[in-house]
């Protein structure tokens, strides 16, 4: 290998550290403000090594949108689920329904949503899943009144584990939009 003995175990503790996904370069600049001039490739074997380290743990390396996290195994979680059980932060099916159709449909306005549900969909749902940053407005669509266009955001494909808005299960026709997400897990 062609970088310093440690630096799998230096790219581990700034993945475990850290808190949230990390970019490789994100990785390269922490690296490089403690004076190791490490480049990309390295810094992608050292990920390499860490998930080859972490196949028969309870312990695995993540690629979601934001970048590269170290996570706990989904079957390891119902261990954990008695530790961060808080009912007060389920989420509604009326929440759910309308994640799933502005996942699965984006970009689109509340008009939008609401045509598909068939109720209103209410500011206080908008609100949370703008607190939560699981949707961003992303422009205005060109009719009259200029209704916000919604998105989902890298926090939403984060928090269920998925790399990209392609890794979303596919939607059969016949399943309602509302039940899609159900099948995820919110990590």
């Known amino acids: 290998m062609n970088f310093p003995e440690n630096l799998i175990n230096v790219v581990e503790s700034i993945l475990f550290g ?5 970019r490789i370069s994100e990785i390269k600049a ?3 403000s403690q004076s190791m001039d490490i480049d990309l490739p390295n810094i992608k074997v050292a990920l390499n090594e860490i998930e080859d380290r972490y196949i028969s743990s309870s312990l695995e390396l993540k690629e979601v949108a934001s970048g ?11 261990f954990l689920y008695p530790l961060w059980h808080d009912s007060s932060h389920k989420l509604s ?15 689109v306005t509340r008009g939008d949503i609401e045509e598909i549900r068939g109720v209103s969909a209410s500011t206080q749902i908008m609100r949370s899943l703008l607190d939560r940053d699981w949707i961003k407005a992303v422009g205005y669509r060109d009719v009259p009144g200029r209704p916000v266009l919604y998105e989902t ?12 808005i392609n890794d979303l299960p596919a939607l059969p026709e016949a399943l309602q939009v509302e039940a899609t997400l159900d099948q995820l897990e919110v990590g």
């Open 30 to 32: 922490l690296l490089g």
């Open 93 to 107: 099916n009326a929440l759910m329904e309308t994640i799933s159709i502005i996942a699965y449909k984006q970009p």
């Open 68 to 78: 590269y996290r170290l996570q706990i195994r989904n079957e390891y979680g119902d």
């Open 153 to 164: 955001t890298k926090t939403f494909l984060n928090d269920l584990n998925l790399k990209s």
């Open 18 to 22: 850290a808190g949230r996904p990390l």
